[in-house]
Nanobody
Framework: QVYLVESGGGSVQPGGSLRLSCTPS????????VGWYRQAPGKQRDMVAQ???????GYADSVKGRFTISKDSAKKTVYLQMNSLKPEDTGVYYC???????????????????WGRGTQVTVSS
């Protein structure tokens, strides 16, 4: 079982910056991808950025050129650097981890999907 701890949210003015952090704890057989999703009140939760185990990265069109997702393997942390923030970036940001359940001894046992509790990002003047 894996738990995701998110931090870095806050309130900023338009054009400001924030950096979100996601640190997993626990264990899983393997990790396929870690992503950031956001959800505004009354809206669906949408993907913002994700990084795959092979190193490929994907972004939502609305954040391309402004957001950067990265990872620090030594710290076991995934970051989302958010620059040039806009009011429409406001929402709760959730970290998501997708991988395989199991162990080294027993091998993979199926897909695993874990969510953090979210961190609030508010962009307003």
């Amino acid at each position: 079982q894996v738990y995701l701890v998110e931090s870095g949210g806050g309130s900023v003015q338009p054009g400001g910056s924030l950096r979100l952090s996601c640190t997993p704890s626990g264990s899983v057989f393997s990790i396929n991808a870690v992503g950031w999703y956001r959800q505004a009140p009354g809206k669906q939760r949408d993907m913002v950025a994700q990084i795959f185990s092979g190193g490929s990265i994907g972004y939502a069109d609305s954040v391309k050129g402004r957001f950067t997702i990265s990872k620090d393997s030594a710290k076991k942390t995934v970051y989302l650097q958010m620059n040039s923030l806009k009011p429409e970036d406001t929402g709760v940001y959730y970290c998501n981890l997708r991988g395989l359940r199991g162990s080294v001894r027993d091998g993979p046992k199926g897909d695993y999907d874990s969510w953090g509790r979210g961190t609030q990002v508010t962009v307003s003047s």
